[in-house]
């Protein structure tokens, strides 16, 4: 698949390959207090349009961990209507490196609950940050590591006993993980 359009979500980015693609740039900060929802009907709009029409979209910001992982997790949230941690968790399984700041998990969790509804989004800022990470239970419940391991934990809680793998098969799998060359993904059951 030929990348058709561009997506650059930061500051100082700019279309270098003019003419040879379509490009939306937002210019936006990687900090907890920038309002990234404000600016998703855009971004979402854009990456939608391209993929009805053929395309394919590249989507990247300055680090390729927050910004732009962000976005696509907002994507998948919108488009196909599921929850922040199932959205994050297919973007963490292609790119597992991903770190969104706290502040755009804090959003894209708020949004969920709001049922993804831009109209009654109520806006971010430093002070919704530092209200909405209290609520959360502190900063460590606020970073996508830590959610998508507490969602680990709950559903290893409620899988059936034998369900579970085995002290064996979990030590084969974390050695079957050390072993794959970086850049590669491999999925294993």
């Given at each position: 698949?030929?990348?058709?359009?561009?997506?650059?979500?930061?500051?100082?980015?700019?279309?270098?390959?003019?003419?040879?693609?379509?490009?939306?740039?937002?210019?936006?900060?990687?900090?907890?207090?920038?309002?990234?929802?404000?600016?998703?009907?855009?971004?979402?709009?854009?990456?939608?349009?391209?993929?009805?029409?053929?395309?394919?979209?590249?989507?990247?910001?300055?680090?390729?961990?927050?910004?732009?992982?962000?976005?696509?997790?907002?994507?998948?949230?919108?488009?196909?209507?599921?929850?922040?941690?199932?959205?994050?968790?297919?973007?963490?399984?292609?790119?597992?490196f991903i770190s969104p700041n706290p502040?755009?998990?804090?959003?894209?969790?708020?949004?969920?609950?709001?049922?993804?509804?831009?109209?009654?989004?109520?806006?971010?800022?430093?002070?919704?940050?530092?209200?909405?990470?209290?609520?959360?239970?502190?900063?460590?419940?606020?970073?996508?590591?830590?959610?998508?391991?507490?969602q680990q934990q709950q559903e290893e809680?409620?899988?059936?006993?034998?369900?579970?793998?085995?002290?064996?098969?979990?030590?084969?799998?974390?050695?079957?993980?050390?072993?794959?060359?970086?850049?590669?993904?491999?999925?294993?059951?």
């Amino acid at each position: 698949m030929k990348v058709t359009h561009i997506l650059q979500v930061g500051c100082g980015l700019g279309p270098s390959h003019l003419g040879q693609f379509d490009y939306l740039t937002v210019s936006i900060n990687d900090m907890e207090n920038v309002d990234i929802v404000a600016e998703l009907p855009d971004m979402l709009s854009f990456i939608d349009k391209a993929i009805a029409g053929g395309g394919v979209v590249l989507v990247h910001c300055m680090m390729g961990i927050s910004r732009s992982a962000s976005t696509v997790i907002a994507y998948l949230m919108w488009k196909e209507r599921i929850g922040f941690v199932t959205a994050a968790e297919r973007v963490y399984a292609a790119r597992p490196f991903i770190s969104p700041n706290p502040g755009f998990v804090l959003q894209l969790r708020l949004w969920e609950k709001m049922g993804m509804d831009f109209a009654a989004w109520p806006g971010w800022s430093r002070i919704k940050f530092l209200q909405a990470m209290e609520e959360a239970g502190g900063l460590e419940n606020c970073i996508l590591e830590n959610i998508l391991e507490q969602q680990q934990q709950q559903e290893e809680k409620s899988r059936p006993e034998e369900e579970k793998p085995s002290a064996k098969q979990q030590e084969a799998l974390g050695q079957l993980a050390q072993e794959q060359p970086p850049g590669q993904l491999q999925v294993v059951q």
